[in-house]
């Protein structure tokens, strides 16, 4: 996706949504589990003829069964690192329909191929300077995905490291309105008040995110500090 994110974990699921938010979540559940279904029976369908793009298909979703969470759990929900593979269905996909255009319209084939080479190459050079730099990546996606709990809490540790507590404390509140039972949240927020030398209030928040988390490592490191 255009609007891909480098990373979400669990905590992105938990948002509270209100009644109205509810039915279009819903309504978008449907609808996509109804376009998941008829994508599947339309690639066993090609399969069966031998077709290259039900081939394409079915490695899309087989390729990406691993980090679904339907097998077993790892985690995060979504990141681009996990679309790598699965995308090779994709290009295969892409590459046949190109060629069928190749069959009647072969300049037009040769245009469409080359500007899609072209936006892909194009997009991949701008968004590679967002990794030249973790400040950079964290900025960016914190700034892109404002409702993200996980970019949320980098942004709050970056700042928090940078020395402007001002900016990490607005930023983990953030991350707490929309998931407060998040205890990577109430760590940042436990360094947060170390940081200002509020040590009952850190322990506090602390033993909060412990409720939440038991098996926190990080949390029970500082805890234990």
Request: one cysteine or more; glycine letters at 6%; hydrophobic letters at 50%.
């Amino acid at each position: 996706p255009l609007a891909e994110t480098t990373e979400a974990g669990p905590e992105q699921a938990k948002v509270e949504l209100r009644p109205p938010q509810q039915v279009v979540v819903r309504h978008k559940l449907l609808c996509a589990l109804g376009l998941f279904g008829a994508i599947l029976l339309l690639a066993f369908t090609a399969l069966r003829s031998r077709s290259v793009y039900g081939f394409g298909l079915i490695w899309f979703f087989i390729a990406f069964l691993p980090t679904a969470n339907i097998v077993f759990p790892i985690g995060t929900i979504f990141g681009e690192r996990l679309a790598y593979t699965p995308s090779a269905g994709g290009v295969l996909l892409l590459a046949w329909i190109f060629s069928l255009i190749a069959t009647r319209y072969p300049r037009t084939a040769s245009i469409s191929a080359l500007m899609t080479f072209l936006f892909f190459l194009s997009s991949t050079i701008l968004y590679q300077g967002v990794w030249q730099s973790q400040e950079a990546l964290i900025e960016r996606q914190a700034a892109r995905f404002p409702n993200s709990v996980k970019m949320a809490v980098n942004l709050a540790t970056l700042r928090i490291h940078q020395g402007h507590f001002d900016i990490a404390e607005e930023a983990i509140e953030r991350a707490l309105s929309f998931y407060p039972a998040s205890a990577d949240a109430l760590l940042v927020r436990a360094r947060l008040y170390s940081h200002r030398g509020e040590n009952d209030r850190a322990k506090m928040t602390l033993e909060e995110a412990l409720r939440y988390e038991p098996l926190h490592l990080e949390a029970l490191d500082m805890f234990a500090r």
